[in-house]
């Protein structure tokens, strides 16, 4: 027997997320069966434990996008009893059980070794939303991020003291970059700041309105994890031939820009997936989190939570209410 947050649906479509207990052979099928140690709470987790958001495909369902454990049995080669790996990604936690459980099984394509350096509850620290910030990171520095940033310029983090833009703050400075952290709460600054952002600039700042499409070329780059408005003032503030990585829509979906910015500024928008990564992406991501994520500022980021708290912080993290990581210990 084990445990896990168990979300019902009744005829009325109403759902009820409770602390269960399960056998093993209730698992979905998979060639790995890992004793899950720790997950976190997202966006989605937060949809998926509440009515669904259209994401989970059949109750009863077991949220928790991703999680980090030792293998317990396994028939693939790659994997062997008491291999640490983590799970990202894959639509688990939304079509196949996830990681809200003391147990999982799911298939060995979706998992990666643990890279060393890293614990297991260090790299639930991190999670999704830490390998979204890191394959934001890659994609602006393949498109030029280091020659647009040489002279000074800061790159823009919207969402800053959520967990995306937590890790792409602590990521960036870490690898000397110049920060500036565009959050909606004042109260946050502190903690910015000491995750390494060199300028906190307010949301409303960022969110009024302008009919100009192009404003002074401000920012070497742009990680978003905001969307809609946000961005679309972003874009037409964005350095001549700079990029955003759009990662996220916590501030809408609907992207009220122009093509200006484009046409005459050369700026890229660039869309990133934490979801479908291949195999070999998620490696080098998590590789290079153990080595360009300042562990010591890990910790700062860390809420912890035990399963019996899930139904108020999926609440919680709808309404933007979670400050940096939500870490899981599914055994406390
Ligand atoms: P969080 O809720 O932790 O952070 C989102 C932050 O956005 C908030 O903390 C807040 O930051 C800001 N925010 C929220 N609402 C608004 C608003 N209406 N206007 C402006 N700013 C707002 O979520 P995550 O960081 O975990 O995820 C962020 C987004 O990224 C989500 O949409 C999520 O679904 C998506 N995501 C996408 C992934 C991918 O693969 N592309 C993977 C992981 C997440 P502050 O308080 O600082 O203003």
Redesign the pocket.
């Known amino acids: 027997m084990f445990n896990a947050l168990v979300v019902t649906r009744d005829e009325d479509k109403k759902t009820a997320a409770s602390v269960q207990s399960l056998e093993l052979d209730q698992l979905p099928e998979g060639n790995v069966t890992v004793a899950v140690e720790y997950s976190t709470v997202?966006?989605?987790d937060g949809l998926c434990i509440g009515p669904g958001g259209g994401l989970v495909r059949e109750y009863p369902h077991v949220p928790g996008i991703d999680f980090a454990g030792t293998v317990e049995s396994s028939d693939d080669d790659r994997y062997k009893e008491g291999d640490k790996v983590v799970l990202t990604?894959w639509r688990v936690g939304e079509a196949h059980w996830g990681g809200y459980a003391q147990k999982a099984r799911v298939k060995a394509d979706w998992l990666v070794p643990l890279p060393q350096g890293l614990t297991t509850r260090q790299s639930m620290a991190v999670g999704?939303?830490g390998l979204?910030a890191m394959?934001a990171v890659l994609a602006l520095e393949n498109h030029g991020l280091k020659q647009q940033a040489a002279d000074g310029s800061a790159v823009l983090v919207?969402?800053?003291?959520?967990?995306?833009?937590s890790v792409a703050t602590a990521i960036l400075a870490n690898l000397g970059y110049q920060v500036a952290?565009?959050?909606?709460?004042p109260d946050?600054s502190d903690y910015l700041t000491g995750l390494g952002a060199s300028q906190i600039v307010a949301?409303e700042e960022i969110?009024e309105t302008t009919k100009r499409p192009l404003e002074s070329e401000t920012w070497a780059g742009c990680v978003d994890?905001?969307?809609?408005a946000?961005l679309a003032r972003v874009l037409g503030q964005l350095k001549y031939g700079s990029s955003a990585a759009a990662?996220?829509?916590?501030?809408?979906a609907d992207l009220p820009a122009t093509v200006i910015p484009f046409l005459l500024r050369g700026v890229n928008l660039l869309g990133?997936?934490?979801?479908m990564q291949p195999y070999e992406n998620r490696l080098t991501a998590w590789q290079r989190i153990a080595t360009d994520l300042p562990l010591d500022k890990l910790e700062s980021m860390v809420q912890p939570a035990t399963l019996s708290d899930l139904p108020q912080l999926g609440k919680s993290?709808l309404k933007?209410g979670?400050?940096g990581r939500v870490v899981v210990d599914v055994n406390a």
Request: overall charge positive.
């Open positions: 997202n966006y989605k990604g999704t939303a979204t394959l919207t969402g800053a003291a959520g967990g995306v833009g952290a565009v959050t909606g709460r946050t949301r969110n994890a905001v969307g809609g946000m990662i996220g829509l916590a501030g809408g990133i997936d934490s979801v993290i933007g979670v400050m």
